[in-house]
């Protein structure tokens, strides 16, 4: 490992959001923020750990990922949900979490786990089952130096404008 990859830079070419969830169980619904990572052109990687199950490997992860320039983690759990509150307490890179349906009213004991974080470790909690505006966020964060980047989410933004002003109902032009 370099300098540069030390101090955590984006490494050309590598990932630079990580997804995270807490079972295999979870991958279909994160299927839809790996497409939205790949629309948008930004390099992703997808890792399976339970902060459960595998906590000393998730905090090897965590270092690994920084060490290797990842700028933004989504984190993805449903149930007791901690997998992005521990994501958050090991980085000080933005954690996304996405609370996953199942459980107590499908999804609201995960929705209540990721998003009542303490004060001084945030999470950005997006809907749930919402891996696409996880990833959209994770997007709009790197965007904010990457003037490409940003083209690319703002034509993605007008792309979903578009498609609904052309519902049928709006048909007359205004
Ligand atoms: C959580 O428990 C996982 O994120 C998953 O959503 C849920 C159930 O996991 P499995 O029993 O399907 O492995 O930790």
Do not use: C, W
């Amino acid at each position: 490992m370099n300098a540069a990859t030390d101090a955590g830079a984006t490494v050309p070419g590598s990932p630079r959001v990580a997804i995270v969830v807490g079972s295999r169980s979870d991958l279909p619904t994160m299927e839809a923020a790996t497409q939205t990572l790949d629309e948008l052109g930004i390099g992703h990687e997808l890792r399976v750990i339970s902060a459960h199950r595998a906590p000393d490997l998730l905090d090897r992860y965590i270092a690994d990922a920084e060490g290797r320039g990842i700028t933004a983690f989504i984190a993805a759990a449903g149930l007791a949900a901690h997998l992005p509150g521990v994501i958050a307490s090991k980085t000080t890179r933005p954690v996304i979490g996405v609370p996953l349906k199942g459980g107590v009213s499908d999804g609201l004991d995960a929705l209540l786990s990721i998003v009542q974080m303490p004060k001084g470790v945030p999470v950005a909690t997006v809907g749930v089952g919402n891996a696409t505006n996880a990833a959209l966020l994770a997007a709009q964060i790197l965007a904010q130096a990457d003037p490409e980047l940003r083209a690319r989410v703002a034509e993605h933004r007008s792309r979903g404008a578009q498609a609904a002003a052309d519902d049928p109902t709006n048909a007359d032009g205004v």
